[in-house]
């Protein structure tokens, strides 16, 4: 696959490498999001050694290092039993000339360091080992946590040695597209909202369409993404089978504290600092309430891989037969087709950040007008909303998405019009609908006298075709 996107990160790499002396740089993200790539990128045109850890005893990693060494340089050593002894070698090495030495998956050495003696001869590296040289050291990592409190924390030895930092995040949908050439655009963007912008994942979905795609990363038998999910729920966490159980009662439907400690079977206060962690490490988001929806706060599984394992993969798990591909997907085209309804209010979300200053972004939900059968006022919602700032002035955005392969028409403008007069807010609204099938000719010509009613299509979400302005 490709190698795309990444230019910034790059760039930051290239300028800090052009310094004198000793660089150093933290590289952290979550597994699969591209970090070992970016770096061997990076390090493609330059003298290198490149040091790639996996778990095991401190033994086994100084055996590996002396491999590394010897195959790098061309110079054999015996394994070695002391850390420094290896640290010394790579220093020796980089004084000959200007090299990059990359000691990946840096929690596998150092998980077991509770005496700090591993990291402390890291700093002996940095600091003395390394003097007078013109050495870029990158330090890269899973666990997103500890790699920043392994060099944050006054406490430890590489404190204030890794000044440098930058997290990889996911690759955007335009850049994904860039990634699987031959699927159709509609397709594109539901296997984004499906696996997400992570590059590791999209090397598994392979195929020429969705369905071929989704059955190859997710479906078939020992798929890799049924295991990839739970690594990426588990990096770095203890406790994961309390979280496992969190995101399944999410994936049902459960958004408040309270409703999600019931059917977790949690104490409350348990539940918040658990779901707190999983917001803190980005699994997690909270709804942001606008124009005077509650404030309590909602929560939704922010990565889409996460929220398709337990929203789809795992809930159909018993009707899933690895032998019978178009059958299976026949009887999940329901749960899908739900799902992808759901999490592309998110793509719409993304589009307005991407294209327009916001200010804020969000959502509205509250009570209607209609009664339920338990006497209470049904609760309904919209979709997107947003403030959006341009040419001096504010913009009040009500937004309404539709995945589906019919048109979007009037119904769903009066539909949207009658849920933003809910809100009571004293504002002057603009009507933003998302259509990935696109708009019938009424309501095309009606946007097109209006001031207030924007139209926003497939290929404006894929950045084919520019947003219209306020």
């Not at 408040?256 to 707190?276: V, W, Y």
């Not at 007008?369 to 955005?397: L, M």
């Not at 998405?401 to 019919?406: H, L, V």
Request: hydrophobic fraction near 35%; include cysteine; aromatic fraction near 12%.
């Amino acid at each position: 696959m490709v190698f795309v996107g990444r230019k910034y990160e790059l760039e930051r790499l290239e300028d800090l490498r052009k310094r004198e002396g000793v660089k150093t740089c933290l590289i952290y993200g979550k597994r699969r999001v591209g970090k070992s790539e970016l770096i061997s990128q990076f390090c493609k045109d330059k003298r290198s050694i490149y040091f790639e850890y996996t778990t095991g005893s401190l033994s086994s990693q100084l055996k590996y290092m002396a491999d590394v060494f010897s195959e790098t340089t061309g110079e054999y050593r015996d394994d070695y039993d002391m850390l420094y002894l290896s640290l010394k070698d790579i220093a020796d090495y980089c004084k000959e000339s200007e090299t990059v030495v990359v000691f990946d998956e840096f929690q596998y050495l150092v998980g077991d360091d509770e005496e700090g003696e591993i990291s402390s001869e890291f700093q002996r590296f940095v600091d003395t080992l390394l003097k007078d040289t013109n050495t870029m050291v990158i330090l890269c990592g899973s666990y997103a946590s500890m790699m920043i409190e392994i060099t944050s924390d006054p406490n430890r030895p590489l404190y204030g040695r890794f000044p440098n930092s930058i997290e990889i995040e996911p690759l955007s949908l335009r850049e994904c597209s860039e990634l699987h050439p031959s699927l159709c655009d509609l397709d594109v963007l539901k296997l984004y909202l499906t696996i997400g912008g992570f590059p590791g994942f999209h090397v598994e979905a392979t195929g020429d369409t969705y369905e071929e795609c989704i059955w190859n990363a997710f479906f078939k038998k020992q798929a890799p993404l049924q295991k990839d999910v739970q690594l990426l729920i588990g990096c770095g966490m203890s406790n994961v089978e309390e979280y496992r159980s969190i995101l399944r009662v999410i994936s049902e439907g459960s958004v408040t504290n309270k409703t999600i400690a019931e059917k977790a079977g949690m104490e409350r206060m348990t539940c918040r600092n658990q779901l707190q962690r999983l917001v803190d490490s980005d699994i997690l988001g909270i709804h942001n309430p606008m124009y005077g929806a509650p404030k309590h706060p909602r929560y939704y599984i922010k990565e889409d891989a996460v929220a398709f394992y337990y929203g789809v993969y795992e809930t159909n798990r018993m009707r899933i037969d690895s032998k019978r591909p178009v059958e299976t997907l026949n009887k999940l085209a329901p749960s899908i087709s739900t799902y992808l309804g759901l999490r592309f209010e998110f793509a719409c979300m993304n589009y307005l950040k991407n294209n327009y200053y916001c200010t804020e972004i969000g959502r509205w939900w509250g009570a209607s007008k209609t009664i339920g059968d338990d006497g209470k006022p049904i609760i309904v919602d919209i979709d997107v909303t947003a403030k959006v700032e341009s040419g001096g002035a504010t913009y009040y955005v009500f937004g309404e998405c539709k995945m589906r392969n019919r048109l979007t028409g009037f119904h769903e403008l009066n539909e949207l019009v009658a849920r933003t007069e809910l809100t009571k807010t004293e504002v002057n609204p603009t009507y933003m609908l998302f259509s990935t099938s696109g708009f019938d000719d009424d309501l095309l010509d009606y946007a097109d006298v209006s001031n207030n009613v924007k139209l926003v299509t497939l290929d404006q979400i894929m950045g084919k075709t520019p947003a219209e302005p306020f």
